[in-house]
């Protein structure tokens, strides 16, 4: 929770913070010149989710993480669709498999087999 302590230790500096509290996750939001910068935490601390929105679509890299820290996904997007190279890793960290988009549409896609 570094990020959101960084965040709210210097709030007026990034302006309007939103701090969500629920069962599943917490979730901080801090809105800065259109966009809200978005990270959600297991309530256990770790970081879950950290990505970004512009005029309420996902913009730019979205991160989900599993509960060791480890990443599980890194997409990208633009205007709300997924864009580029999105990848996917296993518990360890492993790429599983690599998905290529434009303008949200799916162009390709590699499978890694590690065994």
Avoid: C, Q
């Avoid at 309007?16 to 809200?36: C, D, E, R």
């Amino acid at each position: 929770m570094n990020s959101l302590n960084h965040f709210l230790k210097h709030k007026e500096k990034y302006g309007i913070i939103f701090l969500i509290v629920t069962i599943i996750a917490i979730t901080a939001n801090i809105y800065i010149k259109n966009y809200f910068y978005t990270y959600e935490y297991y309530p256990t601390g770790e970081k879950l989710k950290e990505y970004h929105l512009k005029n309420s679509l996902l913009e730019g890299r979205f991160y989900e993480y599993y509960k060791s820290g480890v990443i599980k996904t890194s997409e990208y997007y633009e205007n709300g669709y997924r864009s580029g190279t999105n990848y996917y890793f296993d518990k360890e960290g492993k790429l599983l498999y690599k998905l290529n988009y434009e303008n949200g549409m799916l162009k390709d896609s590699i499978s890694i087999d590690w065994e």
